[in-house]
């Protein structure tokens, strides 16, 4: 029985399979007919072992399921970036969301059957033989449809309703892989975060969120140990990610979905209207993805004048943002009707905006309407960590369940 602890991003798909942790961007190729490669071929077993150990990162796929109705061979992935053709990603404006996407399944079903591939080449078996994958699956959806039960039910009867069968096309004998789902679980994004920050399996974790509040909160350092903050029952959780912030609140221990809101756009939102800023400015970027990975990289001292240009009409976009997030933090406290202990801030998108932004000070102003004036702890997840709680909850998710 394979085990899968799938957190699916708009803008990367975290997951672990098998106690192997997998990461690649949440993006897929349609392959036309003059984008097809010529069959893989090796000069040598290493090569190969080289090639298959890194599969995930070379998928080319054809997918058989009546839970997906997008036709026509995909590239997954990292290997539909190396190629440079148009990528098709998640529309982040789109409302229908994660359940309804046939995305969803694309990449999470290549991913699958990629891993299933890699186990078996490990294992020495033959892959000309049709592979069988049975998985246990746990998987989670923003908070406006994880909170709607016929929405999480219908995702998870795409996945457990059907069998599914993936084919990759990378050697000149095609690999057979056939998906069935023993159980599929469906959480909340946000809630899988805070359920792993609370059972204190890393210890690392625990550290640097005390080392956080330290920093920040000298006045209170001595008087708070580290398990008053990860134990806390009454949370804000903020998931900042590529398409949506999901702000989930738990009051004793407990998330109230009630009070738990998906903000409709995320980081990569803000990018796209620094985009248009910056292409008035006649800077030529024509992605989020290359604005992205332009602002990620170090720059030479001959490009320091143009970063620094492009780094200052992006910060400046990214404050309405904050004050979005921070409207809608006051909405979920007020319909809460609880004293909130902390709040935490992750997902990927929180990692720059830790430095680019006045996000904390903002949430600590408005939270002190709702605490008598006195502070409430806001908390950084580091960066080594923000983009994988969610994963890790799912994981502890699937490794516990019945």
Known sequence: MMKTANDLGYGS??????????????????????????PVEFESKSQKDEYMKEFLNHMDVTISSSSIKTPGRFLIGQNAVDQNLPLTHFDINDYAGKAESDYSLILTLSMIAGAAVEQAYEEGKDLSEPLKVNTRMAAA???????????????????????????FHNFKNPITVTIEF??????????????????????D?????????????????????????????????????????????????????????????????????????????????????????????????????RY?????????????????????????????????????????????????????????DKLKDFNGGQVVPVIWIPKEKAQTLNRDGLEFIVDHAK
């Open 141 to 167: 959806l923003p908070v406006k449809e994880g909170s709607n039960i016929e929405t999480k039910n219908m995702y998870r009867e795409r996945y457990a309703g059907s069998t599914h069968q993936v084919t």
């Open 308 to 364: 620094e240009a492009v780094q200052k009409v992006v910060y400046a976009q990214l404050e309405p943002f904050c004050d979005r997030i921070v409207t809608e933090v006051s909405r979920s406290v007020r319909k809460a009707g609880a004293t909130i202990e902390v709040v935490y801030v992750h997902g990927g998108g929180s990692i720059p905006m830790k430095d680019q932004t006045m996000l904390r000070t903002k949430l600590e």
């Open 182 to 203: 023993d159980k599929v679980f469906v959480a909340t994004e946000g809630e899988t975060a805070q359920l792993f920050i609370s059972t204190g399996k890393d210890k």
């Open 205 to 305: 974790l625990t550290k640097k969120i005390k080392e956080d509040f330290d920093t920040r909160y000298p006045e209170m350092a001595s008087l708070v140990k580290a398990e008053d903050l990860i134990q806390a029952k009454n949370v804000v959780s903020i998931d900042i990610g590529a398409g949506t912030v999901d702000i989930v609140v738990i009051v004793n221990g407990k998330a109230l979905v009630s009070a738990s809101y998906s903000l409709s756009e995320g980081y990569d939102n803000a990018l796209e209207e620094a985009l248009e800023v910056l292409r008035d400015k006649k800077f030529n970027f024509s992605s989020v993805a290359e604005l992205k990975e332009f602002l990620a990289t170090k720059p030479s001292p001959l490009s320091r004048g």
């Open 13 to 38: 798909v975290k997951a672990i399979i098998d106690d192997k942790e997998i990461q690649f961007p949440s993006v897929f190729t349609i392959e036309r007919e003059q984008d097809i490669a010529s």
